[in-house]
C-alpha cells in the first residue's frame, strides 16, 4: 500500500485522517485524528490537545491487532507525561477542565515515534 507523505505540515483545528497515510516532522494542534485499521506511518510528531478517535476491530486470536492498539496507547500516555512534566515546569498552562474553555497555549506538546 501506499502511503500520502506528509512532511514539516501543521494541522490546526482540523479533522485529519491517519489512516493511509505517512507524518514527518508534522505538529497537530487542537486537531481530532482518526485512526482506522490500515497501515499509517508517524514519525517525529508533535500533537498539542488532539482528541483520538480510533475505530479498530480486534480479531479473535490475532494478537497482532491488539500489540499495534497498545503500541497506540503508550504513544497517548507519552504525551500525556510528557504535556505533565511541561505543567510542572511551568513551560504551558494546565489545560482546562473538561467542558471549560480553553486557554491559548504556544507551546507544544513533544510526542516523537
Known amino acids: 500500500m501506499l502511503l500520502t507523505k ?3 505540515v501543521k494541522f490546526q483545528n482540523q479533522t485529519v485522517y491517519i489512516s493511509g497515510q505517512a507524518f514527518v516532522n508534522c505538529t ?8 482506522r485499521e490500515t497501515i499509517y506511518y508517524l514519525k517525529d510528531c508533535t500533537f498539542d490537545r488532539c482528541n483520538w478517535h480510533v475505530d479498530w476491530v480486534l480479531m479473535w486470536g490475532a494478537p497482532e491487532s491488539i500489540v499495534q492498539l497498545k503500541a497506540l ?3 497517548i500516555e507519552q504525551a500525556q507525561q510528557q504535556l505533565q512534566s511541561q505543567i510542572d ?5 494546565q489545560p482546562p477542565e473538561v467542558g471549560q474553555p480553553a486557554q ?4 507544544s506538546t513533544p510526542f516523537a515515534e
Request: glycine share 8%.
Open 89 to 93: 515546569k511551568g513551560q504551558v498552562a
Open 104 to 107: 491559548t497555549a504556544t507551546t
Open 28 to 35: 497537530f494542534t487542537d486537531c481530532t485524528l482518526v485512526l
Open 73 to 75: 496507547c503508550d504513544r
Open 6 to 8: 506528509h512532511e514539516g
